[in-house]
C-alpha cells in the first residue's frame, strides 16, 4: 500500500475549501432570473382549514406568485409517502395518512405547509406570507405519545382508527414466556427515550429551476440521498419524469439522518417555479428547521429481563410505543422497527426475545431517523437494562455483561440478526484499563472529601451497519434496494476520477475514497478526484445514511478497481511483452515481478486511449463501473465508560472522564475515524444531558423552538475524549469495514445516564438529567 492509502492518518482533502470559506452550499447557488420563497405554516396543531385568502398578499410589493394546496392537487403532485411497508402483527398494512406538500383541507402540527409566496427578495416573500389571510377552526390536538391512545384523543388521520398506525412484533412470544416462568430474577424498567432535534448546522434548502425551453428540472437541495430523491419526486409525487429531472446536492453542512428524506418543500419549489416561471429558492430560517425538520428517538417503553439463579440472561420482553409524530415520513416505520428491535439481543447471548412496537401518530414534527436510527434507542434500553440488573444482583456492572457476551461467532440472534464476528471482551478490557475502573472507589472517595458524588457508568453496544442485503430488506418491506455504485475513471494523462453513489456531508469522503485508490494504484492522492451529489453525472446510487458508505460504497469502489486493475496488467503485460499473471502495481507504475521491467501508470492510461498497441479483441479507455450489494449487515461494537461528578446542592453534573473503545473492523484513515467518534459522543452526551425536544401537552406549540430553549452542547460540557479501537475485521465485505458514524451517538447515551444514577443513586431519572432533575431526583432518593 502506498503511503497515502489504507491506514494512514491523511488531512482530509476538502476541509481546504471549507475553513477558507470556499465551500458551495445551496444558499450559495445562483442562477440567472432567480426569485425566493417563503412558506406560510400553520400556527395551530391541529384545525380545519376554513378559507385562504390571498389577495392581499399578491397585491404587494415585489409578489410574483402565491399558491395554495388546491392549485397543487390540481396539478396532479402526489402526497408524500413513507418507503418501507411494515404490517402489524395481525397482518393488515400500516396506516399511512396522507401528506399533501402543502394542506389542502386541515394541518395537523404546528408548522404544517400551507402556502408558498414568491417574490423578489426573500425580506418580500416573508413579509407577504404573513399578509396571507387564513381562517382555521382549531382542533384538540395531542403530542405525547401515551395520550394518543388516550380515551377522547383526537382522530389525527382518518386512515389510522385510534391514531394506532402498526402494532408490530419481533421474535418470539411462546418461548419468551417460557423463559420468564423458569426465571430465577426478573427486572423491570420503564424507559423513555426523549426527542430530539437533528440541528445540522446548516439549515435545510431547496433551489427549483424549471427550464421551459428544455422541458426539464432541476433541484438544488440539501440531501444525503440525491438519487433518492429524483426517484421518489419522479415515481410518486409526479413533479417530472425521472429523464427530465436532475437533482444536486452540493457541499452540504451535516445531515444527521435528518436530511435522508424528501421534505414538502423541494416539491413545492420545483412546482413553483413551473407555474411562476422563475427559479425558486427557499432556505429555512433556524425556527423553521426546529419546527419542520424530522425529528428523532421519541420512544416509551416497559421492559423485562429473566435471569437464572447465575444470572445468565434467558428472556427479554420489551413493549415499545414509538411517536411517528404527524405524517409518516420517508424512513420512519423501519426506525422502531427493523433498525432498533432487531438489536435487542445486544451485546448478549439472549435465548428468548420478544418485541411489541406500538407506532402512533401525534399532532407533532414528523419523526424519523436521526443519527444511529433505533440503535441509539436499543443500546439505551439493553444498557440500562444491564446496569440496573447488576445492582439489584449486587455484582459487577462489567462482570454481568462479561458474563453475558456472545463469544462465539457467527451468532444467531432471536430477533433476525446474525452477528458475523466481534470480541465484546477485548473492547471491555480496553476501556477498563483505559479509564482505571480498577481505582475508581479512590477516586469517589477523594470526591466525597469535596462534597461531590462520583459515579462510574458502562455501556457495551452494538449497530448494524451496511443496511443491506437488497432481497433481504425487501422481504422486510424497504421500497428500495440498499446496494451502492461506483465506477472508476481514469483519464488518458493516468487521473483518476472515482464517481459513487454515497453522497459526503461531513464524513471525508473525499479523502479516504481516494486513500483506497492511491492505495490500490499507488497514485499520488491529488491525482483522484471524488465525484458525488449529482444524478447528472452519477448513474445510480441510494446515498449516506446508517455508516454504510465505507462498508457498501468504497466495496462498490473496490469492485470497480479489481476491473481496472484487471485490464490495466493486461495493457501492461501486452507492452512489456510479460505474462499477465507477473505483473504487479507498486507505487504509480505496473512491473514484472522479480524483474527491473515496468511502465508507469500514465503510460498505461494513454495507451489505453491512443489505442495503437491494445492486446487483440480489447476495447480502448480505462473505465470501469460496479454495484455492491452486501451479503450482510456489518456490526461495530465497543465499550464506553463515563465517569462524572454531581454536585448535590445544585444538581450540576460535570463528566470527568469518558473513554470509547471501539471495534470497526478494518480503518482506512484513524483520524477520520476519531472525528466521527468524537462527534457522535457529542451529540449522545447532548442527549443524555442537555437535549429534548418539549410540546405544550394543550396547545401543541413547540416550546423548544430555539437555541434559547433547546440546550445543545458547548465545548465546555464536554470532556477530552479517551478513543481506541480493536478491531476484528467483518467478513460481509471485501474490505472488512464496519462503520463507525454512528456508534458514539450510539453508545454514549446509557453510559452517562448509568453513571449519574451510579452517583446519586436512584434510578429515577429521565433523559436529558438536566441540573433539575438530578437535583430532583437527589431529593427523591434521600426522602426514602
Given at each position: 500500500?502506498?503511503i497515502?492509502g489504507?491506514g494512514?492518518?491523511?488531512a482530509r482533502?476538502?476541509?481546504?475549501?471549507f475553513?477558507?470559506?470556499?465551500?458551495r452550499?445551496?444558499d450559495?447557488m445562483?442562477v440567472?432570473?432567480?426569485k425566493?420563497?417563503?412558506?406560510v405554516?400553520s400556527?395551530y396543531?391541529?384545525?380545519q382549514?376554513?378559507?385562504?385568502d390571498?389577495?392581499a398578499?399578491q397585491?404587494?410589493p415585489?409578489?410574483?406568485?402565491?399558491?395554495t394546496?388546491?392549485?397543487?392537487k390540481?396539478d396532479?403532485?402526489g402526497?408524500?409517502?413513507?418507503?418501507?411497508?411494515?404490517?402489524s402483527?395481525?397482518?393488515?398494512?400500516?396506516?399511512?395518512?396522507?401528506?399533501s406538500?402543502?394542506?389542502?383541507?386541515?394541518?395537523?402540527y404546528?408548522?404544517?405547509a400551507v402556502a408558498?409566496?414568491?417574490?423578489?427578495?426573500?425580506g418580500?416573500?416573508?413579509?407577504a406570507?404573513e399578509?396571507?389571510?387564513?381562517t382555521y377552526?382549531?382542533l384538540?390536538?395531542v403530542a405525547e405519545?401515551?395520550?394518543?391512545v388516550?380515551?377522547?384523543a383526537?382522530?389525527?388521520h382518518?386512515?389510522?382508527?385510534g391514531?394506532?398506525i402498526f402494532?408490530?412484533e419481533i421474535?418470539n412470544?411462546?418461548?419468551t414466556?417460557a423463559a420468564?416462568k423458569k426465571?430465577a430474577?426478573v427486572?423491570?424498567m420503564?424507559?423513555v427515550?426523549n426527542r430530539?432535534?437533528?440541528?445540522?448546522m446548516?439549515?435545510?434548502?431547496a433551489?427549483?429551476?424549471?427550464?421551459k425551453a428544455?422541458?426539464?428540472y432541476?433541484?438544488?437541495?440539501?440531501s444525503q440521498n440525491?438519487?433518492v430523491?429524483r426517484?421518489v419526486?419522479?415515481?410518486f409525487?409526479?413533479?417530472?419524469p425521472?429523464n427530465?429531472?436532475r437533482?444536486?446536492?452540493?457541499d452540504?453542512?451535516g445531515?444527521?439522518?435528518s436530511?435522508i428524506?424528501?421534505y414538502p418543500?423541494?416539491?413545492v419549489?420545483?412546482?413553483?417555479?413551473k407555474?411562476s416561471?422563475v427559479?425558486?429558492?427557499?432556505?429555512a430560517?433556524?425556527?423553521?428547521s426546529?419546527?419542520?425538520?424530522?425529528?428523532?428517538?421519541?420512544?416509551?417503553?416497559?421492559?423485562e429481563?429473566?435471569?437464572?439463579e447465575?444470572?445468565?440472561?434467558?428472556g427479554?420482553?420489551?413493549d415499545?410505543m414509538?411517536?411517528?409524530g404527524?405524517?409518516?415520513?420517508?424512513?420512519?416505520?423501519?426506525?422502531?422497527?427493523?433498525?432498533y428491535?432487531?438489536?435487542?439481543s445486544g451485546?448478549y447471548?439472549?435465548?428468548?426475545?420478544?418485541?411489541?412496537v406500538?407506532a402512533l401518530?401525534t399532532?407533532t414534527?414528523p419523526?424519523?431517523a436521526y443519527?444511529g436510527?433505533?440503535?441509539?434507542?436499543?443500546?439505551?434500553?439493553?444498557e440500562?437494562m444491564?446496569?440496573?440488573?447488576?445492582r439489584?444482583?449486587g455484582m459487577?456492572p462489567a462482570?454481568?455483561?462479561r458474563?453475558?457476551?456472545i463469544?462465539s461467532?457467527p451468532?444467531?440472534?432471536?430477533v433476525?440478526?446474525?452477528?458475523d464476528?466481534?470480541?465484546?471482551?477485548?473492547?471491555?478490557d480496553?476501556a477498563?484499563?483505559e479509564?482505571?475502573y480498577a481505582?475508581?472507589a479512590?477516586r469517589?472517595a477523594?470526591a466525597?472529601?469535596?462534597?461531590?458524588?462520583?459515579?462510574i457508568?458502562m455501556s457495551c453496544?452494538?449497530e448494524?451497519?451496511?443496511?443491506?442485503p437488497?432481497?433481504a430488506?425487501?422481504?422486510?418491506g424497504?421500497?428500495?434496494?440498499?446496494?451502492?455504485s461506483?465506477?472508476?475513471?481514469?483519464?488518458?494523462?493516468?487521473?483518476?476520477?472515482?464517481?459513487?453513489g454515497?453522497?459526503s456531508?461531513?464524513q471525508?469522503?473525499?479523502t479516504?475514497?481516494a486513500q483506497?485508490?492511491?492505495?490500490r494504484?499507488?497514485?499520488?492522492?491529488?491525482s483522484i478526484?471524488?465525484v458525488?451529489?449529482?444524478?447528472?453525472k452519477v448513474?445510480?446510487?441510494?446515498?449516506t445514511y446508517g455508516s454504510?458508505s465505507?462498508?457498501?460504497g468504497m466495496s462498490?469502489?473496490?469492485?470497480a478497481?479489481?476491473?481496472?486493475e484487471a485490464?490495466?496488467?493486461?495493457?501492461?503485460?501486452h507492452?512489456m511483452?510479460?505474462?499477465e499473471?507477473d505483473?504487479?502495481?507498486?507505487n504509480g507504475?505496473l512491473?514484472v515481478?522479480?524483474?527491473?521491467?515496468?511502465v508507469?501508470?500514465?503510460?498505461?492510461?494513454?495507451a489505453s486511449?491512443t489505442?495503437?498497441?491494445?492486446?487483440a479483441?480489447m476495447?480502448?479507455g480505462?473505465k470501469?463501473t460496479a454495484?455492491?450489494?452486501?451479503?450482510?449487515?456489518?456490526?461495530p461494537a465497543?465499550?464506553y465508560?463515563?465517569e462524572v461528578e454531581?454536585?448535590?446542592d445544585?444538581?450540576?453534573t460535570q463528566?470527568v472522564?469518558?473513554v470509547a473503545a471501539?471495534?470497526?473492523?478494518?480503518?482506512?484513515?484513524?483520524?477520520?475515524v476519531?472525528g466521527?467518534v468524537?462527534?457522535?459522543?457529542?451529540q449522545g452526551i447532548?442527549?443524555a444531558?442537555l437535549?429534548?425536544?418539549?410540546y405544550?401537552?394543550?396547545?401543541?406549540?413547540?416550546?423548544?423552538?430555539s437555541?434559547m430553549?433547546?440546550t445543545?452542547?458547548?465545548?465546555?460540557?464536554?470532556p477530552s475524549f479517551?478513543?481506541?479501537?480493536?478491531?476484528?475485521?467483518?467478513?460481509?465485505?471485501?474490505?472488512g469495514?464496519?462503520?463507525c458514524g454512528e456508534?458514539?451517538?450510539?453508545g454514549?447515551?446509557p453510559?452517562?445516564?448509568?453513571?449519574?444514577?451510579?452517583a446519586?443513586?436512584?434510578?429515577?431519572l429521565?433523559?436529558?438529567?438536566?441540573?433539575?432533575?438530578v437535583?430532583a431526583?437527589i431529593?427523591s432518593?434521600t426522602?426514602?
Amino acid at each position: 500500500m502506498g503511503i497515502e492509502g489504507i491506514g494512514a492518518r491523511v488531512a482530509r482533502k476538502e476541509d481546504k475549501r471549507f475553513i477558507t470559506g470556499a465551500g458551495r452550499y445551496v444558499d450559495d447557488m445562483v442562477v440567472p432570473g432567480m426569485k425566493h420563497a417563503a412558506f406560510v405554516r400553520s400556527p395551530y396543531a391541529h384545525a380545519q382549514i376554513r378559507k385562504i385568502d390571498v389577495k392581499a398578499a399578491q397585491a404587494m410589493p415585489g409578489v410574483i406568485a402565491v399558491l395554495t394546496g388546491k392549485e397543487l392537487k390540481a396539478d396532479g403532485i402526489g402526497n408524500l409517502i413513507c418507503g418501507w411497508m411494515i404490517h402489524s402483527k395481525d397482518g393488515s398494512p400500516m396506516k399511512m395518512g396522507a401528506w399533501s406538500p402543502l394542506a389542502v383541507d386541515k394541518v395537523r402540527y404546528v408548522g404544517d405547509a400551507v402556502a408558498i409566496v414568491v417574490a423578489e427578495t426573500k425580506g418580500q416573500a416573508r413579509d407577504a406570507a404573513e399578509a396571507v389571510e387564513i381562517t382555521y377552526k382549531e382542533l384538540k390536538s395531542v403530542a405525547e405519545v401515551t395520550e394518543a391512545v388516550a380515551k377522547g384523543a383526537p382522530q389525527i388521520h382518518p386512515e389510522a382508527e385510534g391514531n394506532l398506525i402498526f402494532d408490530w412484533e419481533i421474535g418470539n412470544v411462546k418461548e419468551t414466556e417460557a423463559a420468564f416462568k423458569k426465571a430465577a430474577h426478573v427486572v423491570k424498567m420503564d424507559v423513555v427515550n426523549n426527542r430530539l432535534v437533528p440541528n445540522a448546522m446548516e439549515p435545510r434548502a431547496a433551489l427549483g429551476h424549471y427550464d421551459k425551453a428544455e422541458d426539464h428540472y432541476t433541484c438544488w437541495t440539501t440531501s444525503q440521498n440525491p438519487h433518492v430523491a429524483r426517484l421518489v419526486m419522479s415515481a410518486f409525487y409526479n413533479v417530472a419524469p425521472e429523464n427530465k429531472l436532475r437533482v444536486i446536492a452540493p457541499d452540504v453542512g451535516g445531515g444527521f439522518g435528518s436530511k435522508i428524506y424528501i421534505y414538502p418543500e423541494e416539491i413545492v419549489c420545483l412546482w413553483a417555479s413551473k407555474k411562476s416561471g422563475v427559479p425558486v429558492k427557499w432556505v429555512a430560517d433556524r425556527t423553521e428547521s426546529f419546527l419542520c425538520d424530522a425529528h428523532g428517538r421519541d420512544h416509551v417503553t416497559h421492559a423485562e429481563m429473566a435471569f437464572d439463579e447465575n444470572h445468565k440472561i434467558l428472556g427479554f420482553k420489551v413493549d415499545t410505543m414509538a411517536n411517528l409524530g404527524a405524517y409518516m415520513s420517508l424512513f420512519s416505520s423501519a426506525t422502531p422497527t427493523y433498525l432498533y428491535a432487531t438489536l435487542l439481543s445486544g451485546q448478549y447471548d439472549i435465548p428468548a426475545i420478544h418485541g411489541n412496537v406500538k407506532a402512533l401518530y401525534t399532532n407533532t414534527a414528523p419523526v424519523d431517523a436521526y443519527r444511529g436510527a433505533g440503535r441509539p434507542e436499543a443500546a439505551f434500553l439493553v444498557e440500562r437494562m444491564m446496569e440496573v440488573s447488576a445492582r439489584q444482583f449486587g455484582m459487577s456492572p462489567a462482570e454481568l455483561r462479561r458474563k453475558n457476551f456472545i463469544t462465539s461467532f457467527p451468532h444467531q440472534t432471536p430477533v433476525i440478526m446474525n452477528y458475523d464476528a466481534g470480541d465484546f471482551a477485548a473492547s471491555l478490557d480496553a476501556a477498563m484499563k483505559e479509564a482505571d475502573y480498577a481505582g475508581f472507589a479512590k477516586r469517589k472517595a477523594e470526591a466525597a472529601k469535596r462534597g461531590k458524588l462520583r459515579g462510574i457508568g458502562m455501556s457495551c453496544y452494538i449497530e448494524a451497519c451496511g443496511i443491506a442485503p437488497s432481497a433481504a430488506v425487501g422481504s422486510l418491506g424497504a421500497g428500495v434496494g440498499l446496494w451502492e455504485s461506483a465506477e472508476v475513471r481514469v483519464n488518458a494523462v493516468g487521473t483518476i476520477e472515482v464517481l459513487t453513489g454515497s453522497h459526503s456531508h461531513g464524513q471525508g469522503h473525499e479523502t479516504t475514497f481516494a486513500q483506497l485508490v492511491a492505495g490500490r494504484l499507488g497514485v499520488p492522492l491529488d491525482s483522484i478526484s471524488i465525484v458525488h451529489g449529482d444524478t447528472d453525472k452519477v448513474q445510480m446510487g441510494m446515498g449516506t445514511y446508517g455508516s454504510r458508505s465505507g462498508a457498501v460504497g468504497m466495496s462498490a469502489i473496490s469492485k470497480a478497481l479489481d476491473k481496472v486493475e484487471a485490464k490495466a496488467k493486461k495493457i501492461a503485460a501486452h507492452l512489456m511483452e510479460a505474462d499477465e499473471g507477473d505483473i504487479v502495481i507498486e507505487n504509480g507504475a505496473l512491473k514484472v515481478a522479480g524483474t527491473d521491467k515496468s511502465v508507469p501508470w500514465f503510460q498505461v492510461a494513454l495507451a489505453s486511449y491512443t489505442a495503437h498497441n491494445l492486446p487483440a479483441g480489447m476495447e480502448p479507455g480505462l473505465k470501469e463501473t460496479a454495484f455492491y450489494d452486501p451479503s450482510n449487515f456489518t456490526f461495530p461494537a465497543g465499550c464506553y465508560i463515563c465517569e462524572v461528578e454531581v454536585d448535590p446542592d445544585t444538581g450540576v453534573t460535570q463528566i470527568v472522564q469518558f473513554v470509547a473503545a471501539d471495534d470497526f473492523g478494518n480503518v482506512i484513515n484513524p483520524m477520520i475515524v476519531e472525528g466521527q467518534v468524537h462527534g457522535g459522543i457529542a451529540q449522545g452526551i447532548g442527549q443524555a444531558l442537555l437535549e429534548g425536544a418539549h410540546y405544550d401537552p394543550d396547545s401543541g406549540q413547540l416550546l423548544t423552538a430555539s437555541y434559547m430553549d433547546y440546550t445543545m452542547p458547548r465545548a465546555n460540557d464536554l470532556p477530552s475524549f479517551k478513543v481506541s479501537t480493536s478491531n476484528t475485521p467483518s467478513p460481509s465485505n471485501p474490505l472488512g469495514m464496519k462503520g463507525c458514524g454512528e456508534a458514539g451517538a450510539i453508545g454514549s447515551p446509557p453510559a452517562v445516564i448509568n453513571a449519574i444514577t451510579d452517583a446519586i443513586g436512584t434510578e429515577n431519572l429521565t433523559m436529558p438529567a438536566t441540573p433539575q432533575k438530578v437535583w430532583a431526583a437527589i431529593r427523591s432518593a434521600t426522602k426514602h
